[in-house]
C-alpha cells in the first residue's frame, strides 16, 4: 500500500471511528419504553433488570455496532501506525541513525570542538572562531535536526512522556550549543568552552527507552 492510499485509508479508519463512537453513544443514551418496563416488571422481574432489558429491545444493536466499529477503527488506525513506524525504521536503517547514535556522535562532536576551543584560549588569532562556528551548526543540523526528524515514530514507539523527557535534555543542549555558538562569534571561546561543557552535561544519561 503506498503512502497516498495509507493515507486515505487512514482518514476512512478516522470516520469509522467517528461513526462508532456516535452510535454507541446514541445507544447508551436510549430512552427505554415505560410500557416495556411495567410488563417486564409485572412478569415478576427485578425494576433495575427490567429497564435494562427494555433498553436492551430497543438499542442492543445500534450500541453493540457502534462498540464494534470503535474497535474495528482502533485496529486499524494502530495497524498504519506501525506500518508506518516499520518504514520509517527501515528508511533510518539505510541512510540515518538510531537516537543513541546521535547522543554518541552529539557528544563525541561536542568533546573535539572544546579541545579545540582549549588550545583557541591562549592564542590571540581568531581566525579559528569561523571554521569551528561552521562545525557546530553542522552538529546541531546533523544530530538534533536527526532527532527531531524521527519525532512521529520514536513517540509510536516509545511513548509521548518518554520522547519528551528524552527531547527536553537534547533541547538543553541545543541551548547551550547555540550559547556556544553566539560567544565564539563574538569572541570568546572561554565563554564558548563553558556552554559547551554545559551542553554536555545535559547530554548525560540521555537515552530512550
Given amino acids: 500500500m503506498d503512502q497516498r492510499a495509507r493515507n486515505l485509508a487512514r482518514i476512512d479508519a478516522g470516520f469509522l471511528l467517528v461513526a462508532g463512537v456516535g452510535m454507541a453513544a446514541y445507544g447508551a443514551s436510549y430512552p427505554a419504553s415505560s410500557a416495556v418496563i411495567e410488563g417486564l416488571v409485572s412478569q415478576g422481574h427485578h425494576p433495575q433488570m427490567a429497564r435494562l432489558l427494555a433498553w436492551a429491545q430497543g438499542a442492543w444493536l445500534g450500541f453493540t455496532f457502534g462498540v464494534v466499529l470503535i474497535f474495528l477503527s482502533a485496529f486499524l488506525l494502530r495497524r498504519f501506525a506501525r506500518l508506518e513506524m516499520s518504514d520509517e525504521s527501515g528508511e533510518i536503517g539505510i541512510s540515518g541513525l ?19 576551543l582549549e588550545a583557541l584560549l591562549s592564542d590571540d588569532d581568531t581566525s579559528d572562531y569561523l571554521e569551528i562556528s561552521e562545525r557546530m551548526e553542522a552538529l546541531k543540523e546533523e544530530h538534533v535536526g536527526g532527532l527531531v526528524a ?21 533541547s538543553a543542549a541545543e541551548r547551550n550549543l547555540n550559547r556556544a555558538w553566539s560567544t565564539l562569534v563574538d569572541g570568546y571561546p ?15 544519561n540521555c537515552e530512550l527507552h
Avoid: C, M, W
Fill in 98 to 116: 538510531s537516537p543513541d547514535e546521535h547522543i554518541l556522535a552529539l557528544n563525541a562532536g561536542l568533546k573535539t570542538i572544546q579541545q579545540d
Fill in 150 to 170: 524521527q519525532k512521529d515514530r520514536l513517540v509510536a514507539q516509545h511513548g509521548l512522556l518518554a520522547y519528551a523527557q528524552f527531547i527536553s535534555s537534547v
Fill in 190 to 204: 572561554g565563554e564558548a568552552k563553558l556552554a559547551l561543557e554545559t551542553a554536555s552535561v545535559a547530554l548525560q
